[in-house]
């Protein structure tokens, strides 16, 4: 299984940015997807996860109203909006996958490699 975020950059507060996962080895409408961040010096964190269909999805509090979870089960790709951006969402964001999840919190089978975010004041 190989999961590649892209998407990431510098972002001034207020900006947006849109990351994308590709995913790959996988049956892919199979897999509940999730994002995940970790800042410097914190624990990681889930940020936001869809099911395999696309209908439910769930977010970290601090982001809810500002990120959008999505996904193109023909593209086998996930997708994060960021609008509305904050200093306090800089981190390095990664997907994940996993069978058994739903897309909500919790452990991931799956996790691909992170995208650096970082949004400035």
């Known amino acids: 299984v190989q999961l590649q975020a892209s998407g990431g950059g510098l972002v001034q507060a207020g900006g947006s940015l849109r990351l994308s996962c590709a995913a790959s080895?996988?049956?892919?409408?199979?897999?509940?997807m999730a994002w995940f961040r970790q800042a410097p010096g914190k624990e990681r964190e889930f940020v936001a996860g869809?099911?395999?269909?696309?209908?439910?999805?769930y977010y970290l509090d601090s982001v809810k109203g500002r990120f959008t979870i999505s996904r193109d089960n023909a593209k086998n790709t996930v997708y994060l909006q960021m609008d509305s951006l904050k200093p306090e969402d800089t981190a390095v964001y990664y997907c994940?996958?996993?069978?058994?999840?739903?897309?909500?919190?919790?452990?991931?089978?799956?996790r691909g490699q992170g995208t650096q975010v970082t949004v400035s004041s």
């Open positions: 994940a996958a996993d069978l058994n999840s739903g897309g909500s919190r919790g452990e991931y089978a799956y």
């Open positions: 080895g996988l049956t892919f409408t199979s897999y509940a």
């Open positions: 869809i099911n395999r269909s696309g209908v439910r999805k």
